[in-house]
């Protein structure tokens, strides 16, 4: 309980600082296509929360729709096992979640869905449908699926 | 690997969902569908390698991978 608590207040931390001064690229690291656990996670990328290093993982994949190229979210959580626990990591929920595997409900901590837009001084945030605008570098557009 | 049925709901519940279970012709159990191609909103696709590869080119290069996963 104490992990999905601190788990949630990541999300929220995260979500906030999204919102507040968006995901710069440099700050995204490349996921391994081909990861040691046998997680394969093409083309994705991933932040550590708490920042720097933090114990949670978010993992991103970047679309593309008609405003330009965007971040969404595909997992959150735990980087490593939790001693005596068979908890799935961010990388195996990550992984189960693109073509060819089935889909799994993440816990019940919703689906952010940050978008990052580079290089654009009129950004917008949009939480759950809402938008307003005014975010000045390259930021992130998040929204919390119910 | 075999894909599960896919179904959109309507009503109580909204959205897409897949169908974990079939219990007799008229029981089923559903699940939401949290896969990536549902997460994708309307007319968004997944980026291709050549547009992330012109978005490092012009804000300078993401962090390489460190072999966690």
Redesign the interface.
């Known amino acids: 309980m104490q992990s999905v608590r601190a788990g949630a207040e990541a999300l929220r931390d995260a979500r906030n600082q999204f919102e507040r001064d968006g995901v710069e ?9 081909e ?3 046998g ?1 394969e ?1 093409p ?1 994705c ?1 991933k932040v550590y929360l708490p920042a720097p290093n933090g114990k949670f ?1 978010m993992v991103f ?6 405003d330009g ?2 971040l ?3 997992a959150l959580g735990v ?1 490593h096992h939790p001693r005596n626990s068979h908890a799935q ?3 195996e929920v990550a992984h189960r ?10 816990g019940s901590l919703g ?1 952010l ?1 940050p978008k990052l837009v ?2 654009s001084t009129e950004l917008s945030t949009d939480l759950d449908g809402g938008r307003t605008a005014g975010v000045s570098h ?1 930021l992130t557009q998040v929204s919390l699926l119910s | 690997m075999e894909q599960p049925p896919h179904i959109k709901v309507s009503g109580a519940l909204e959205g897409e969902f897949i169908i974990t279970e079939e219990r007799s012709a008229n029981e089923f159990v559903i699940t939401r569908d949290t896969s990536w191609e549902a997460m994708l909103g309307k007319g968004e696709r997944a980026a291709t390698a050549e547009e992330v590869a012109a978005l490092e080119a012009e804000h300078g290069p993401f962090q390489p991978a460190d072999g966690e996963g």
């Open positions: 690229i440099k700050t995204l690291r490349r996921c391994d296509p990861g040691r656990d997680t996670l083309a990328f993982g994949r970047f679309v593309r729709d008609a190229i965007a969404r979210y595909l980087r990591i961010v990388y979640r693109l073509p060819g595997w089935p889909a799994r409900q993440f689906n869905v580079p290089d390259l």
